[in-house]
């Protein structure tokens, strides 16, 4: 009798065509005996079939050999090891290619005989991978490795963004920094440059006035046209009374007159509120000598006049300056045809006016109207 079983593993799948056959060894056969192995197949292993062969003799009786669809011996695993008092069995792997077959063969040691079951399985029946199951999970990992790239890709660049926002913004405040100090550098430049620029202004003023008192004279006044509250000094620094108007019987005159060259005085003016200086044509000297004179007329004389904290020239021109001043230089260049003042403290040019006439030119101080 020959046997054959499925296994649990192939429960689903008995619509195989199995055929099993007997071989019976033209080696004294015996009739009667029931040794016929027992195939069993066992389940799905390692992308095979797990097939197992049993004998009802004793393991030391008889021997177990596998043979594939090609006739060659398989070596099987025996199901009962280190004991000869069990049952002989044994088990192999059938894999797709082998032929699909597999016969077991028990060889009685004892009585030279032999038995052989053979089992055939269609190729359905072994586990087998479906073309599109391949296909569905290379799309699967490619999905799967396009979500992580996609992530990797959108972390990378919010990193990048995130760095370049912060670069931006290191550089926006490396830009505020140095506009700061841009800003500060031209503040403390421009400040440099008004301070040279006034440095060099203050030492022109300083040379012109240095270049105008080279010129000093000594002048006298003219005891004849002397107001009575009217102080003079023989050196070049009459000292005069303050006044509101010019009426010629407030004006005194020097005793010496300059018709050609540059020539340079000094009037200490003091504190007062009002005076005015200049120089006036000889014509007009004259006349307030033998007090022949009322008024003056228009380029009889040239001057400057301090009045109510505020500077002018002859014909009522304001001068910018209102530094006080206590003592004023007058500088009379006649060739150039250009009366100058200065501030003698702060060595520097108060004002020039032009000389319309020629001759010669006497300087005038003027105390004011009531002489004092």
Sequence with gaps: MVH????????GQVTAVIFTFVLVSPHHPTAGVGHDPLLVLDGYEDSGIRMKCFSERLFAQVQLLWTDGRGDNVTGTPLTTGTTTGNAGSSIILKPGSGNSMSCKIIDKLLKTSTESSVVIADVFFP?????????????LLSVFLVIAAIYKLRKNEKTIIREKNAQTEIKKEIEELKEKLAEEQQRCQKESQDISATIEKLQNEMEFRRAQSKAVTITLDETCLHPNTTSKTYHQPTLSSHHEIPPNTVVVATEGFFEKKHYWEVEVGDKPEWELGVVREDVRWKLRNKAISTFLEGSLFSLQFSQGEYSLTGGKVVGSHIPCRMVGVLLDQQSDVLSFFHVEEKCHLASVPLNSSGKFYPFFSSGSNGK
Aim: aromatic content about 10%.
């Design 4 to 11: 054959c079983c499925l296994g649990m593993g192939l429960s």
């Design 128 to 140: 087998a991978t479906s073309p599109w199951l391949t296909a569905f999970v290379m799309l699967l």
